[in-house]
């Protein structure tokens, strides 16, 4: 297979599984991927899955491989709460919410983790792009709460809420936006509810 005739069939996708090459190409010689790679033109992202290499140009391109890679799935917690400032440290891994079971991959592009819940508990998301049209699932700030409060129980003090150092103001919108009690409300779940009380009475929301 001569890479630039699977490169022009394969033009605007980022990254591609096995099993689309071989939809394409059903005479496909896998060895192909183990010279692309030596020379450069891809890059693994996990088992029977690649990238072009000059992907790692596009702004945010590790958002989109997180979906692509282990569907279905958003990204939430630790990731989305330090996108929008509600936690002060910068989270280098890709943190993701799936039905699935849980995972986690590494690869040239970062870290990828994902939490697993139950199939009624994957809502809360919208769709964002990254370079220009490759389209990432994205939970609300108050999801990705949520999410993290619920998958992580250590929070269930106050010593561990004050730990998280929660921004106040970025809090309080989410509160008044009416989103957190209703997005809580829908996991059914005393342990979530008890420590979102927490988080309302050591910020004083």
Known sequence: MNYITFRERFH?????????????FPRFDRGNY?????????K?????????????????????FAGKMYSPSYLSCEHVMARVGLIPESVVQFTSVTSLKTASFKNDF????????KPQ????????SVGGELPVLVATPA???????????QYDTRGEIEALRLDPDVLEEIFRDGGLDGVASRFDSRALARRIR????????
């Open 12 to 24: 605007g996708f980022a990254c591609f599984s096995n099993e689309q090459v071989l939809a394409a």
């Open 34 to 42: 183990s010279t692309w790679l030596g020379k450069g033109y891809i």
């Open 44 to 64: 693994r992202l996990r088992r029977s899955w690649y990238a072009f290499a000059d992907t790692a140009n596009i702004p945010g391109i590790g958002d989109y």
């Open 110 to 117: 970062g870290e990828f983790f994902y939490r697993s819940v």
């Open 121 to 128: 508990l994957m809502f809360g998301y919208g769709v964002e």
């Open 143 to 153: 999801k990705a709460l949520c999410d993290f409060l619920y998958l992580n129980p």
């Open 198 to 205: 927490l988080v309302k009475e050591v910020y004083a929301i």
